[in-house]
């Protein structure tokens, strides 16, 4: 039997005990298991960008795997703790609206607020739960232990409001979702709300104060230091210099404005 | 049978190949190691600040964790090379002090100066023991080799001085010991010392030019952007913000002063 | 059977998805894998920091492993994705020149050109080949799938040039090739020819500013702050200050010039 893999997403960074300390009561409760980072230095607090993050990783990994997320600003307080089961994954943590965007994508078969404290630690504390609850109950879960025997079945879970682009005066506009580690920009439209918009019709693209015109297939077409549009590995539309820093070349901020607009022909 | 488990700490830092030789070179020792990072982002040569990171994570793992720490300034020295022994759990390192936190938890049964040229490299460096001596002394140990084989019984470890909160004036003075990720303020004053101190009688707090009465339960019962005192999760006095940054927001650094004075009810 | 070994390396950083999705990809193929991190904070883009690190990190890895390396600047664009295989190991990568220093120390035995899609994922984006194609080809490659499978066998492949140290005007004229988390300055300067110049005479060694008589055995030889000339774990001379930062104490950066200079007995 193929040894269980749990991924683990947390705002806690790489330099304290936290994440450490969920690995290791992971293991105390099922040492078979494989635990995979997802990434810890979602910024402090921000659950809309653990949500990206969370959203692009989790499908990749096989069938079963449990996905432990822990951005919890109100730890402690009245959010629940819980395990949402869908067709394909486990996810584990905050009901805060960390599951938003993966959820999207995933049909949701259970939701169980997590009450039943057999599978917590002995000691809760009220700041880190990722350790005391969240940890136990994934490792609980790969042991094969049932989700109805973690707490009673809910009806709904937590989302926040996630901006689609909208057309408007005849533009399609979105936004800046997300800024990755080399610079680029990634946008919150589609491949698919693009070229529903766009069709075959010339357009130019325009994010602070730069514009281009037309789509690169890839990074590689672009000449060093050019800015261009292109469809990212998540399927997004982004913005992008070659071997540079979007980011900085624009001084460009997430939540900031992106334009699709077609021009004549 | 289950796989052994080998933590592994240092000051080496996630971009070079230091972290990653050390995880060769056990995998090629004992390839059924389950390796977990507990943190290679301690400050450079600050043996204290990883002792305070090892402390708060090792007891998490399994009985029988080997923990392998490396912050090891006098790499090549005088310094010994040593294994200790406890009833829980084994640790790898330099006998430089980096233990001296984790201990005060522990039972020690053995300790052994590493010796054993056997179960070194062939070749050691001066400067990467890690890879060269504690890397292959913690593989070694994962496949049942015992204690003993790897040099000579010793009597005594090395600790440095860890400066406990003392009662002067009528108040407890403390000190700052720790700042975290989310620059939370993590202090040397425990809960049993604090409530031997308070008792029931009302309390301020003061660290740098704030003061705060009483205690929070957790985060969540802040305000936003309040100044707030807690018991955390590794059982310590601490001083936040909640969804802010108190070290930020005090100008405070590792070893200032934090008292707590009763006030007249 | 021990499972199989995937070291991972790239310049994609910790923060986003984008190693965790290649570790999901991997874990879908063969979730018997052991995944090993050697580094994912290549500076963006830079081929030869990366090669660097591999380089000084393959080695210490049990045979067969599978290096899956990418900094990949020009993904999607003309050059090929490889497979190389040498006596030891498995490398895995875009064919750009990031193999070249590792590939000193190994014999290769076949180049493959990565051309049989049926081992790749069945969309392939143009701007991530990591997941899309180089983390199923390691995927495969752990399952024992033959090399010869993946493509056709080519002859040659990529290498970029490799500055090693000469001797201009009686003097050994090396320069830093890697600064590491520590600050030391690593050089092109390999211990063996560093003897071959000086042999048993006396000699001064500049870089920067700063001039320094011989050599010391470990760092630990140097009074607290002092300057000091050594040869590192990876067998090159090197500069460092004692628990200080060689790189910021001389201002230096990758690039620039050490120079050994025979002196007068």
């Known amino acids: 039997?193929?040894?269980?893999?749990?991924?683990?997403?947390?705002?806690?960074?790489?330099?304290?005990?936290?994440?450490?300390?969920?690995?290791?009561i992971i293991l105390r409760i099922n040492p078979r298991c494989t635990l995979v980072d997802l990434t810890h230095q979602v910024k402090p607090h921000d659950i809309k960008e653990g949500a990206f993050i969370l959203a692009n990783a989790y499908s990749s990994?096989?069938?079963?795997?449990?996905?432990?997320?822990?951005?919890?600003?109100?730890v402690g307080g009245p959010r629940k703790p819980i395990l949402l089961v869908t067709q394909n994954y486990f996810f584990v943590g905050p009901d805060n609206g960390l599951f938003t965007l993966a959820l999207l994508g995933e049909k949701v078969k259970q939701v169980i607020a997590l009450t039943n404290s057999?599978?917590?630690?002995?000691?809760?504390?009220?700041?880190?739960?990722?350790?005391?609850?969240?940890?136990p109950v994934a490792g609980h879960l790969s042991l094969g232990i049932k989700p109805n025997a973690f707490g009673n079945e809910i009806d709904s879970w937590s989302e926040f409001f996630f901006q689609k682009p909208e057309v408007k005066g005849g533009r399609l506009e979105g936004e800046i979702f997300h800024i990755d580690t080399f610079g680029n920009l990634i946008t919150n439209i589609s491949e698919?709300?693009?070229?529903?918009?766009?069709?075959d019709r010339p357009f130019v693209i325009r994010a602070g104060k730069r514009?281009?015109?037309?789509?690169?297939?890839?990074?590689?077409?672009?000449?060093?230091?050019e800015f261009m549009a292109l469809?990212?590995?998540?399927?997004?539309?982004?913005?992008?210099?070659?071997?540079?820093?979007?980011?900085?070349?624009?001084?460009i901020k997430r939540g900031d404005p992106i334009t699709v607009t077609l021009t004549r022909a």
Do not use: C
Request: charged share 20%; net charge positive; no cysteine.
């Open 231 to 251: 469809f990212g590995s998540g399927g997004f539309l982004e913005i992008s210099v070659r071997e540079g820093n979007a980011q900085k070349t624009l001084g």
């Open 192 to 199: 698919q709300t693009f070229f529903h918009f766009v069709k």
């Open 1 to 24: 039997m193929r040894n269980p893999i749990i991924t683990l997403l947390s705002d806690f960074g790489t330099m304290d005990y936290y994440v450490a300390s969920m690995k290791g």
């Open 61 to 74: 990994f096989p069938k079963g795997t449990i996905h432990l997320s822990v951005v919890d600003p109100g």
């Open 118 to 135: 057999k599978f917590f630690l002995p000691r809760i504390s009220t700041t880190f739960h990722g350790r005391d609850i969240f940890a």
């Open 211 to 225: 514009v281009t015109q037309g789509l690169k297939k890839g990074y590689w077409e672009g000449r060093r230091g």
